[in-house]
């Protein structure tokens, strides 16, 4: 299996910061990663797939790279919609996701 | 747009099983792989599995022995079965489609909420 870890688990940041998330594969998935962005009592919401690429309809603040076992969400100015919990998932052999990074207001 | 919905009983006793539904609108069955997801209280995403071509199917290791999923094209519905539940299946269980080449999951159903408890 290929275990994903994410880090930060939590983080707390203002409007307007710039903000990274990183998940690292426990082995090469070279770019089939995934990002979502998930808010209390709603499904996950598809942000970025295969890495770098903006799903339709998500803002062009949020962007992905990475490849290899090292990846990186951004987020390049915090807007107040952005404060949710994010996964990244990989899709290179099975299907696993990161424990998830909780984005709180500071 | 398609639009998926999960039904199903809220409550299951261990060791029975579990079953649920996912209706499907606005697109062809036929034409994805339709996956479940879990998401235990308070904790992360599991895949359970997916299936397409109406018959096809790839299960999560971990739960290959208890689970089947199957497709009711002309219902188009989808459904998950997983036998002898305890606790630990306690989930929000959401249907989604899984989209290629990348796999990576599109559309989601607004998840269903199953306990396990006597």
């Known amino acids: 299996d290929i275990q994903m870890t994410q880090s930060p688990s939590s983080l707390s940041a203002s409007v307007g910061d710039r903000v990274t998330i990183t998940c690292r594969a426990s082995?090469?998935?070279?770019?089939?990663l995934n990002w979502y962005q998930q808010k209390p009592g709603k499904a996950p919401n598809l942000l970025i797939y295969?890495?770098?690429s903006l799903q339709s309809g998500v803002p062009s603040r949020f962007s992905g790279s990475g490849s290899g076992t090292d990846f990186t969400l951004t987020i390049s100015s915090l807007q107040p919609d952005d404060f949710a919990t994010y996964y990244c998932?990989?899709?290179?052999?099975?299907?696993?996701f990161g424990q998830g990074t909780k984005l709180e207001i500071k | 747009q398609v639009q998926l919905q999960e039904s199903g009983p809220g409550l299951v006793k261990p060791s029975e099983t579990l079953s649920l539904t996912c209706s499907v609108s606005g697109g062809s069955i036929s034409n994805y792989y339709w996956s479940w997801i879990r998401q235990p209280p308070g904790k992360g995403l599991e895949w359970i599995g997916y299936i397409y071509d109406s018959g096809t199917t790839k299960y999560n290791p971990s739960l290959e022995s208890r689970v089947t999923i199957s497709v009711d094209t002309s219902k188009t519905q989808l459904s998950l079965k997983l036998r002898s539940v305890t606790a630990a299946d306690t989930a929000v269980y959401y249907c989604?489609?899984?989209?290629?080449?990348?796999?990576?999951?599109?559309?989601w159903g607004q998840g269903t909420l199953v306990t396990v408890s006597s």
């Open positions: 998932q990989q899709s290179y052999s099975s299907y696993t």
């Open positions: 082995r090469s998935i070279s770019s089939y």
């Open positions: 295969a890495a770098s």
């Open positions: 989604a489609t899984l989209v290629g080449p990348t796999d990576h999951f599109d559309f």
